[in-house]
């Protein structure tokens, strides 16, 4: 992703090239208001901008440089914020695909694919997972070389998990227009399990493990690893668990339904005790 100066030399415009009437999308709004701002004042941010316009620094990044549709609240938001007539908000909302695009589905209507922890034993590696989303981006190719290469692991390993993805039935090879694609064949997969066991232990330290990797190695806008530490009535933690899973699945439905994905995400809440004795009574 560019950074704020990058973005400043290759899009900025001049006043006489364009005016605020004339930004026929949100995207083009966007990059003339902060190329004004940038003229006015060249010590001007982007993170200043999003303080103007109280949004996240890093969705407007996205939007700016056009890797994000924004949603209809993030556009009414600067509309509100960058005093627009409702003739130019109306325009900006009818030239925006996400406005104009497929209804969003709720996490209620969603169907998952409950699996049991015995086979939950055979898929208790973060790849196959990774593997199933990579397929919901286009230009995927159900090939070693492929996913060894995206998921950055060694082609035995994916030889060995894209088969065992075939072997359990959960990847089809199916016609289209554009020629044969492989997809998931399964509804979303969910593990209602209610036991610690040594393979979703393994699952979570991969993950966490992975999280660390991210931490070290990928820049901060594209993650997040934030904590927050507080007290509560242990007698809570079932209802914090439920509200966690609402949470997790509810946001990543969110995010599948913004434009077309390109990268495979993970998110890994975790809630444990900090004062607690182990083995206490």
């Known amino acids: 992703m560019k950074t704020d100066g990058e973005f400043q030399k290759t899009k900025k415009m001049s006043k006489s090239v364009l005016t605020k009437k004339q930004c026929g999308s949100i995207v083009e709004l966007l990059r003339f ?9 060249s010590a001007f941010s982007l993170r200043s901008f999003a303080r103007v316009l109280n949004v996240s620094h890093t969705l407007l990044s996205f939007v700016i440089n056009g890797h994000r549709i924004p949603s209809k609240k993030f556009i009414e938001k600067i509309c509100e914020r960058l005093n627009l007539d409702p003739e130019q908000k109306k325009i900006l909302m009818q030239s925006t695909p996400f406005i104009q695009g497929k209804k969003k589905t709720k996490v ?6 409950k699996i049991s922890l015995d086979t939950f034993s055979l ?6 997972y990774a593997i199933l989303s990579l397929l919901e981006i286009e230009g995927t190719e159900f090939s070693i070389e492929f996913i060894s290469k995206r998921l950055n692991i060694n082609e035995m390993l994916a030889k060995i998990s894209m088969q065992r993805l075939l072997d359990l039935k959960l990847v089809e090879c199916v016609e289209t227009p554009q020629g044969n694609k492989w997809k998931q064949s399964s509804a979303p997969i969910v593990v209602e399990n209610l036991e610690s066991t040594s393979y979703t232990r393994k699952f979570q330290k991969q993950l966490i493990t992975k999280a660390i990797d991210s931490m070290e190695n990928d820049p901060i806008e594209l993650r997040d690893m934030s904590s927050t530490t507080f007290a509560m009535d242990p007698q809570h933690v079932g209802y914090a668990l439920k509200r966690i899973r609402e949470f997790r699945r509810e946001l990543v439905k969110e995010l599948e339904d913004f434009g077309q994905p390109k990268e495979v995400y993970n998110i890994t809440v975790q809630l444990f005790p900090t004062s607690t004795q182990r083995g206490q009574k």
Do not use: P, T
């Not at 208001?33 to 004042?41: D, G, P």
């Not at 209620?108 to 694919?113: G, P, R």
């Open 33 to 41: 208001e902060y190329s004004c701002r940038c003229e006015k004042n």
């Open 108 to 113: 209620s209507d969603v169907a998952y694919n």
């Open 123 to 128: 898929l208790s590696e973060w790849q196959h």
